[in-house]
């Protein structure tokens, strides 16, 4: 066995076995390794009335970013096919098949590759987020950062007991809104579109288990606190 096919048995076993995902080549180019794969199986589900299919009408490639190996980047050239949805009434003629577990549709980058990236984003700017992307060997522009970070769901707070009032500026000079902060974790909970003192209290009055605020001198954020959590 050459040891093409053993690094690609390794790769099914320890990471894409799983996930239906059978890798069948594999080619070595500097400091890039690509894995061409496709996804077992003869059927396929519509996504839309979940009616399972086996006519493919023809496929295509997409090329997924995976978490790096030491210092060498992983692309997977995914081959994907395309089905024809056989329930007449759904509004789907043809649909692609999913790769759950390995990827979401029209990403162009493993599911963990993209949660390994949104840890830092949310703890740097977006051009620092594309600089440390490239160091890792999975490249994302900085307009990529700030899409990833605005997809992602706000933290849930059931508990809030110390919060942090601010203002925060959507364009610098032009444009602020007010930003509220979990004093405890240093997480941002929720952005309000301006920074007048009836949204704030609008806000506060929805969370009257806040025992302490956090605030700058602004005398709208304080007579906003003092109506509505005295």
């Known amino acids: 066995m050459n040891p093409s096919n053993i690094f690609n048995l390794k790769i099914v076993g320890l990471f894409y076995g799983a996930r239906k995902i059978k890798i ?6 500097g400091t890039t390794i690509r894995l061409f794969a496709k996804r077992t199986g003869t059927r396929s589900k519509c996504p839309s009335c979940m009616k399972s299919s086996c006519n493919v009408r023809s496929s295509y490639v997409r090329t997924l970013a995976d978490l790096p190996w030491a210092a060498i980047a992983i692309l997977i050239r995914l081959e994907v ?5 056989k329930n007449p009434s759904c509004e789907r003629r043809i649909f692609s098949e999913r790769c759950d577990g ?5 990403s162009r980058r493993t599911i963990r590759a993209s949660e390994h990236l949104k840890k830092f984003l949310l703890e740097v700017s977006s051009n620092k987020g594309a600089y440390f992307s490239r ?10 950062c700030l899409r990833m970070v605005k997809s992602m769901a706000m933290p849930t707070n ?19 809104g007010t930003i509220i902060v979990n004093a405890e974790t240093g997480r941002p909970i929720d952005l309000l579109n301006s920074r007048d003192s009836s949204d704030v209290v609008e806000w506060l009055s929805d969370h009257k288990e806040i025992k302490y605020v956090t605030r700058d001198r602004s005398t709208v954020y304080s007579s906003a606190i003092k109506r509505a959590i005295p």
Not at 24 to 29: A, D, L
Not at 102 to 106: A, F, G, I, Q, V
Not at 158 to 176: E, H, V
């Open 81 to 85: 096919r395309r089905f024809a949805c």
């Open 24 to 29: 069948y080549r594999s080619e070595i180019q």
């Open 135 to 144: 160091i890792m060997n999975i490249p994302i522009s900085s307009s990529t």
């Open 158 to 176: 059931d508990k809030l007991l110390c919060i942090g009032i601010d203002d925060w500026a959507k364009r610098k000079g032009m444009n602020y």
């Open 102 to 106: 390995l990827t979401e549709p029209y």
